[in-house]
């Protein structure tokens, strides 16, 4: 076998990669001064473009079957094929990804969860990406299939079955395509988007990615709740930020009878329109319920930006008014109160006497009534059986 061929593809390889390098080198140091999204073209396409710039090299290389005795020709042949596939579908897709990196970039930089434009284009554009590159990897392995004589043998009886193979396939990824049906109405809804404030399963965080299958949520506490994206459709959920960012912010207090409602919202207001958590919209400070065990429920509300500030702004309340309270009027607190009537007078009956069957006893009765039984060593009443009192 000559060595010549191989001379040869090893230069188109290596020409081939010098070109990229130059385009590299060109759009790093010179296009990307006047040009900044260059640097997404690069970073995406750093792999990709020097793989299918060698596999490229080679095949326009690669000498006819006549001018060489390769025995293992044709299968190096199709390899190429194979390879000249993939590597040009993950170069498309990488260029892709940069371009659509341009657009999130400048979407990201708008102003953060208070665009809500901005936001939804950002679910839309990303939940697409997804939905493109799917589409291009099956065309991209369904022309890899198609290079073998077999399956190509085979692709007039597909073609001929194909409703009975997609009512089946149907069936199967059954689950799979309600979910990607989903995600797009989920996008295009506007019912949800990347960066929203949600309250799922009772766990309270931040739409982090809306993909095909599921949505992720990250959790105030950086966990990571993974939910399908079928769950939004069928089952109800709290999206605080569809409408807008601006929340209010609610504290219940379960105080006595005896808090001087007046001063407490005076104090409450001093409070609110001096911190830097409310927004200047509204704020009230009302008793709201009586609860069943005695005490009134005083609630404050105070308006807010954002989620944010709306925890803070909840959270500087509840510790202020607590300590206020705590501080200048401590009988205003929650108090459980219990009142035992007694007669007062040695004729009257003993508390013993008037509640047989309670559990408290007196340590000390003034006299014995009639139908009690006392120890005549220290005066009080026998602590037996309800009966025997």
């Not at 006595?256 to 919209?281: F, M, N, Q």
Request: net charge negative.
């Amino acid at each position: 076998m000559s060595i010549t061929p191989w001379i040869v593809i090893g230069v188109a390889v290596a020409i081939s990669m010098t070109l990229v390098f130059v385009v590299h080198w060109l759009l790093t140091h010179k296009l990307g001064k006047v040009w900044p999204n260059a640097r997404y073209v690069v970073s995406r396409s750093a792999v990709t473009a020097y793989t299918a710039a060698a596999v490229v090299g080679a095949n326009l290389a690669l000498p006819d079957r006549e001018d060489v005795s390769w025995n293992t020709y044709q299968v190096i042949q199709h390899a190429m094929q194979i390879l000249m596939i993939g590597t040009l579908t993950a170069l498309g897709i990488s260029l892709a990804y940069a371009a659509t990196d341009m657009v999130l970039q400048r979407l990201s930089a708008k102003n953060g969860d208070a665009d809500r434009r901005a936001r939804r284009l950002q679910t839309q554009v990303r939940l697409l990406r997804r939905v493109i590159t799917s589409i291009i990897v099956v065309l991209a392995i369904a022309a890899i299939l198609f290079t073998f004589d077999a399956v190509r043998a085979l692709g007039a009886g597909l073609l001929a079955s194909a409703g009975v193979i997609g009512i089946v396939a149907g069936v199967a990824a059954q689950s799979t395509l309600s979910n990607l049906f989903a995600g797009l109405q989920l996008a295009f809804s506007d019912a949800l988007r990347i960066g929203d404030v949600v309250v799922v399963e009772g766990e309270w965080g931040r739409v982090e990615e809306l993909s095909l299958v599921n949505v992720t949520i990250k959790i105030w506490d950086e966990r990571r709740l993974v939910v399908p994206v079928a769950n939004f459709t069928t089952t109800s959920f709290e999206n605080w930020t569809k409408s807008g960012t601006n929340i209010t912010a609610k504290v219940v207090l379960p105080l006595d009878w005896e808090v001087p409602i007046s001063e407490l919202r005076e104090e409450a207001g001093l409070l609110i329109t001096g911190s830097k958590h409310w927004d200047g919209r509204s704020w009230s400070c009302q008793v709201v319920d009586i609860s069943g065990t005695g005490e009134v429920q005083v609630r404050v509300v105070a308006t807010a930006a954002d989620t944010g500030d709306q925890w803070n702004i909840a959270c500087e309340i509840r510790e202020h008014l607590i300590t206020w309270l705590a501080t200048n009027y401590p009988e205003s607190l929650p108090r459980s109160r219990t009142e035992f009537v007694t007669s007062a007078g040695n004729d009257d009956p003993d508390y013993a006497a008037q509640f047989p069957t309670s559990a408290f006893r007196r340590a000390a009765a003034p006299a014995a009534a009639p139908g009690t039984a006392h120890d005549s060593t220290n005066g009080s009443a026998q602590a037996g059986n309800p009966e025997e009192v």
